[in-house]
């Protein structure tokens, strides 16, 4: 028989803290008091936040029910004039019951793959984009959704900043709980911008491919899927290699998706365009061409009309027409661009009139820089521990197959780095090159922003490779910021993370190093070919003439601006009269900048002090006893014809010359002796 064991009487009660201590101390009435303060504290901190988040998403959401709205982008200067109002290609909003399936998944697959299934933010995304980020080798992957590019698309700016990141979340959030998952899709294929001014789905269809949305096939909806990672640099209208490339990443997405198989992607032929152009009426110049792709990126698909400010000034803008209308070029063309050392562009003329050219000669023509190269040859030379004190030697080349003159035959002898550099000597170019290697300059070039092609040869030191008048100015400005690279850029930095700012990878100037080339660049602005340019304030530059005078060039800065110069024929046929950029490029240049930075020029000869003179009396023809007389006035110079004789005087010789020290000249040669590429 089991006995069960007598109930345990109930424990005595005891007052608390008797007993084995407790684990947390009982609250004290001051105690008490601070936490009901802290909950009370706490509570209106959330309703407040709650408050701005409210403010915040209130406005944007309720446009989320608007019709779709014509974008429209007006170009600002920084002082606030217009520059340029250009309006948006768009068509009628597209409903996602009457596209192919293929089409949505094409955006799905390479945008956004748990769209169907996340609701607005896609943690496992954003932790995928972090990762790559962090380890890749400078590509960049993004977490956001469809939704909240949609979001941050129509209702936010393009600011990087965490306050937009939350706006931009809590705006995904909104629409995935008030709108479907085909409401989503069909405004965000009715707003996206495609890029060639073209917003929205329908639009893009009919520009690139001539046809409607439901009878896009799948290479041409992943081809439009391909182009918003950057619907400006990837339009195949400009691009077709980028663009189909890119469609090749959105094919091989829609397999690993599970949208197509292998062996039908690979099946698959290359989209074919079949552009519908539509004419644009809206006002252009030479900037707002080269700044508008980068505002479109910018603003994404707005409602109505948005004002984007860029870095030009208006004042300078003006001074810098001015400056190349004044400039007595005959048939010739010019450009020129303005900087700030941070590459924030202030002024750029691509041509004499855009009305009759718009093609930009500041940034899509490539000409050889000449002897505006040879700053890379210098930096190469310095990092190699050299110095503008030591010697070299400026005496014909008799050796090697290629053999380089200096401009006019006429050489100098044992001289120091600093009066070659100011010289322009092309044989202590090449000396130089040979010394430290052909790919220490090209090391230097590319560190200092230059991208275009370069020859891997000698000929490259005197600048026989075409670049970019812009790319010249780039780097330029890198040594007048002291760091290097600088990027020109037309619309102010966005404003960016603190971990986006960690990143930048520019990089200083070893401090002699950079002492150094500016040295040479002063000695060659204001004692050697370039002395044309010098300021009263300190002017850093070098010229750049190329052979046969086919082009001119002058690069140089001063007073917190770096401006590029340059002259020349389209047809690239030589300019009259041995042109070269001491003459006129370095004249247009000081004349631009000493009204640009508020500095009155330096004492100069006469002839180059007024121009307009020089102009006034051009092609003049008076009846004499000994026959006609007239004067005429080209790029080079001024001929004065007397009874069919020729006489020749050029307007831009000679500039104060290079350094005393220098053996004196034995003929007679112009301020930039230095015919670059002369065999």
């Known amino acids: 028989m089991n006995e069960s064991s007598p109930a345990e009487p109930p424990a005595p009660p005891r007052e608390f803290g008797a007993g084995p201590p407790s684990a947390f101390a009982p609250p004290t009435p001051w105690r008490r008091r601070l936490q009901i303060l802290?909950?009370?504290?706490?509570?209106?901190?959330?309703?407040?936040?709650?408050?701005?988040?409210?403010?915040?998403?209130?406005?944007?959401?309720?446009?989320?029910?608007?019709?779709?709205?014509?974008?429209?982008?007006?170009?600002?200067?920084?002082?606030?004039?217009?520059?340029?109002?250009?309006?948006?290609?768009?068509?009628?909003?597209?409903?996602?019951?009457?596209?192919?399936?293929?089409?949505?998944?094409?955006?799905?697959?390479?945008?956004?793959?748990?769209?169907?299934?996340?609701?607005?933010?896609?943690?496992?995304?954003?932790?995928?984009?972090?990762?790559?980020?962090?380890?890749?080798?400078?590509?960049?992957?993004?977490g956001s959704t469809i939704t909240q590019q949609l979001a941050k698309g129509v209702f936010l700016s393009s600011d990087r900043t965490m306050g937009r990141k939350a706006r931009e979340a809590m705006i995904a959030l909104w629409l995935e709980a008030w709108l479907t998952k085909d409401q989503i899709m069909e405004r965000y294929l009715s707003n996206v911008y495609f890029g060639d001014n073209v917003y929205g789905l329908r639009a893009a269809a009919r520009h690139y491919f001539n046809r409607s949305p439901d009878r896009l096939t799948i290479p041409q909806a992943a081809m439009l899927a391909g182009l918003l990672k950057a619907p400006s640099r990837l339009a195949p209208t400009s691009n077709l290699k980028g663009a189909r490339a890119r469609a090749a990443l959105v094919t091989q997405a829609m397999v690993d998706a599970g949208y197509l198989t292998q062996a039908e992607r690979n099946a698959l032929p290359p989209a074919r365009l079949n552009v519908h152009d539509v004419p644009d009426a809206t006002t252009g110049t030479y900037f707002a061409d080269w700044v508008l792709p980068q505002a479109r990126d910018r603003a994404g698909a707005v409602y109505g009309e948005q004002k984007i400010e860029t870095t030009l000034d208006w004042r300078i803008q003006r001074l810098a027409e001015a400056a190349v209308r004044r400039a007595p070029l005959g048939g010739a063309q010019a450009a020129l661009v303005a900087m700030k050392p941070d590459g924030s562009v202030v002024a750029m003329v691509g041509g004499k009139n855009y009305g009759k050219s718009n093609?930009?000669?500041?940034?899509?023509?490539?000409?050889?820089?000449?002897?505006?190269?040879?700053?890379?040859?210098?930096?190469?030379?310095?990092?190699?521990?050299?110095?503008?004190?030591?010697?070299?030697?400026?005496?014909?080349?008799?050796t090697g197959s290629y053999r380089p003159a200096n401009h006019g035959g006429k050489y100098r002898g044992r001289i120091s780095l600093r009066q070659a550099f100011a010289a322009s000597s092309n044989v202590a170019a090449i000396r130089l090159t040979q010394k430290v290697g052909v790919d220490a300059v090209i090391k230097v070039a590319r560190d200092l922003g230059i991208t275009a092609p370069l020859t891997e040869d000698l000929s490259l030191a005197l600048g026989t490779s075409e670049i970019p008048l812009i790319e010249l100015a780039e780097?330029?400005?890198?040594?007048?910021?002291?760091?290097?690279?600088?990027?020109?850029?037309?619309?102010?930095?966005?404003?960016?993370?603190?971990?986006?700012?960690?990143?930048?990878?520019?990089?200083?100037?070893?401090?002699?190093?950079?002492?150094?080339?500016?040295?040479?660049?002063?000695?060659?602005?204001?004692?050697?070919?370039?002395?044309?340019?010098?300021?009263?304030?300190?002017?850093?530059?070098?010229?750049?003439?190329?052979?046969?005078?086919?082009?001119?060039?002058?690069?140089?800065?001063?007073?917190?601006?770096?401006?590029?110069?340059?002259?020349?024929?389209?047809?690239?046929?030589?300019?009259?009269?041995?042109?070269?950029?001491?003459?006129?490029?370095?004249?247009?240049?000081?004349?631009?900048?000493?009204?640009?930075i508020n500095e009155p020029v330096a004492d100069a000869p006469e002839e180059t002090q007024d121009a307009d003179l020089v102009n006034a009396i051009a092609n003049i023809t008076v009846e004499t006893g000994i026959g006609n007389v007239g004067v005429g006035v080209d790029d080079g110079g001024m001929t004065v014809n007397i009874g069919g004789s020729q006489i020749r005087l050029p307007i831009d010789e000679p500039a104060p010359g290079v350094p005393d020290t220098l053996p004196p000249p034995t003929v007679p040669t112009r301020p930039d002796s230095e015919a670059d590429n002369v065999p």
Do not use: C
């Not at 019951?97 to 998944?105: E, G, I, K, N, T």
């Not at 040879?374 to 190469?380: D, E, G, I, P």
């Not at 190699?384 to 010697?391: L, V």
């Open 38 to 142: 802290g909950w009370i504290m706490a509570a209106g901190l959330a309703l407040l936040m709650i408050a701005i988040a409210w403010l915040a998403i209130t406005a944007p959401l309720s446009q989320s029910l608007k019709p779709i709205a014509p974008p429209s982008l007006s170009l600002m200067s920084a002082d606030g004039h217009l520059i340029a109002r250009r309006g948006a290609v768009i068509d009628t909003p597209v409903t996602m019951a009457d596209l192919p399936a293929h089409v949505p998944q094409a955006f799905m697959a390479i945008e956004d793959r748990r769209f169907a299934s996340h609701w607005g933010i896609d943690p496992r995304g954003i932790a995928r984009a972090a990762w790559h980020n962090l380890w890749s080798d400078g590509s960049s992957q993004g």
């Open 359 to 398: 093609f930009n000669r500041a940034v899509q023509a490539k000409r050889q820089p000449g002897s505006t190269f040879k700053l890379f040859v210098y930096l190469a030379a310095f990092r190699a521990g050299m110095t503008p004190e030591d010697m070299i030697d400026d005496t014909p080349i008799t």
């Open 475 to 596: 780097a330029y400005a890198a040594v007048a910021a002291g760091a290097y690279p600088v990027l020109a850029h037309g619309l102010p930095p966005e404003e960016r993370g603190w971990f986006e700012r960690l990143m930048e990878r520019q990089r200083s100037f070893d401090d002699d190093e950079l002492a150094m080339i500016r040295d040479l660049l002063s000695s060659a602005a204001n004692r050697g070919t370039g002395s044309a340019a010098a300021l009263r304030t300190s002017t850093f530059g070098k010229t750049g003439t190329t052979q046969d005078s086919r082009d001119a060039i002058f690069v140089g800065y001063a007073g917190g601006l770096v401006t590029a110069v340059w002259v020349g024929n389209d047809d690239n046929k030589p300019l009259p009269g041995g042109a070269a950029g001491g003459g006129m490029p370095a004249r247009i240049w000081r004349n631009f900048m000493s009204g640009a």
